[in-house]
């Protein structure tokens, strides 16, 4: 195909480095999908489309490839001509060389290239072999376990930052170089995060979230400044205290740092981490004076991270989610001694009934923040298992009928909608009641 040159970028060299391989593999529908990034050296635009290639970049010359569906981008460097993400001019043609494409990327891990015909059948390749393209010593710092930007560009795009905190969450045992840590404070400081967009902070935020130890990011974040700027209602957590008796760690934001954590070894979906790290936004604007107790906290949270929520545009799952158990959480910890009509009207409150896939997700995060505590990290969670049998009594109730025959003996019509209403609620109760009743005895034995 060539009189152009083809190169393996970027996370697949450095995950292959790594020893994990990001190989092709066909879908159902016949296509072929693999999580790997190409770049294209010495051809233009033209040339690609006349291959077959596909054109699909707005900002810069990027094809599918005709058969694969992989990107393919034409090697290019960028200048800086305003702030924030979009403030750049793209310079693409045939005389780019790889090394100065890899020279505008964000990490040194991540600025490595192998060309094309290195590459077996299955793309993978030989670490040893020589044919690895290094010019930053990329592979020389994912030996070390550093995590150092490839050159002054890098303070050009804000984005980074937040890609730098979430690559800390994937690797809690790789470091960030110092003087990219000085670089992060100065962009800060030159208010370049301020000129971030929500869909990309959104994306670099919920990725991180979905790390392995997702309270890294944040505290990459806070070490930077960016947090106080992207969250300022999850920044003022720090330095908050709460009664011991209840969390031996007292510093809230540590507390938010277990809860993540917590959600992260529980393999917690996306909508559940978001609820967790937004459950306790309260605490952070308690009055001092009441100071350790946080009383009302819940309602606060609430409104705190609507707010967080317009503002990064979080889709509507997580928001959802995220209220329900900023609002009721501290129910749902102390419900083990609700009677059968409290317990109802509490899964009512968290619309389980009719929602019962979600309060499942709602009960998940109530457990990550109970055992997101100093030494109760392998604590049971009492309330799920009685809550989730309740909900299971209440959902077996047939209500078609129950209604029929409310209907059938009313007598104004006016009340009949009432009247079935009070009816499903009775015999829920009643068998929410049964329930508790026999899992209480059985607890007993």
């Not at 092709?24 to 072929?32: C, F, I, K, T, W």
Request: proline share 6%; with cysteine.
């Amino acid at each position: 195909m060539a009189d152009f040159c083809t190169y393996l970028v970027g996370g697949a060299v450095r995950d292959g480095l790594l020893g994990h391989f990001h190989t092709a593999h066909r879908l159902p529908d016949g296509s072929v999908h693999a999580d790997r990034d190409w770049v294209v050296v010495g051809a233009s635009p033209q040339v690609l489309h006349a291959q077959g290639f596909i054109p699909v970049g707005r900002d810069f010359p990027v094809f599918l490839h005709p058969h694969t569906r992989e990107e393919y981008a034409l090697a290019r460097t960028e200048r800086k001509t305003a702030r924030g993400y979009h403030g750049f001019d793209f310079y693409a043609e045939a005389d780019v060389t790889i090394e100065q494409d890899l020279a505008r990327r964000d990490l040194t891990i991540n600025a490595m290239a192998i060309p094309a015909e290195a590459l077996d059948s299955d793309g993978c390749f030989d670490p040893l072999h020589g044919d690895l393209i290094d010019p930053y010593g990329g592979q020389r710092d994912l030996q070390a376990k550093v995590l150092r930007h490839v050159t002054e560009a890098f303070h050009e795009d804000p984005v980074r930052i937040l890609r730098m905190a979430r690559f800390a969450a994937r690797w809690p045992d790789f470091t960030i170089a110092p003087e990219t840590q000085a670089l992060m404070q100065q962009m800060v400081a030159h208010g370049e995060v301020d000129h971030l967009v929500p869909e990309r902070v959104w994306q670099e935020l919920s990725r991180g979230l979905m790390e392995q130890r997702p309270s890294r990011m944040l505290e990459v974040l806070r070490g930077c400044g960016a947090l106080a700027v992207l969250l300022p209602s999850v920044d003022k957590l720090w330095g908050v205290p709460q009664r011991a008796e209840h969390h031996p760690e007292v510093d809230t934001g540590l507390h938010l740092q277990l809860v993540l954590d917590m959600a992260a070894r529980l393999q917690a979906p996306l909508t559940v981490r978001l609820a967790c790290l937004c459950h306790d936004l309260g605490k952070g604007n308690t009055p001092a004076d009441v100071l350790p107790r946080h009383i009302g906290h819940e309602a606060r949270s609430v409104k705190l991270l609507r707010e967080l929520c317009d503002h990064w545009r979080v889709p509507r799952d997580c928001r959802e989610l995220a209220e329900v158990v900023a609002r009721e959480h501290g129910h749902i910890h102390q419900s083990a001694h609700l009677s059968a009509p409290a317990t109802l009207r509490l899964l009512e409150r968290c619309d389980a009934i009719r929602r019962p896939a979600r309060f499942a997700e709602v009960l998940l995060a109530c457990e990550c923040d109970a055992r997101g505590r100093l030494g109760h990290a392998n604590d049971a969670y009492p309330p799920a298992t009685r809550l989730q049998r309740a909900l299971d009594a209440a959902l077996a109730v047939e209500t078609a009928p129950i209604a029929a025959e409310v209907q059938a003996r009313s007598t104004d019509p006016r009340k009949t909608g009432l009247l079935i209403a009070q009816a499903i609620e009775a015999a829920r109760t009643t068998a929410v009641a049964q329930a508790l009743n026999t899992l209480a005895h059985t607890a007993a034995r």
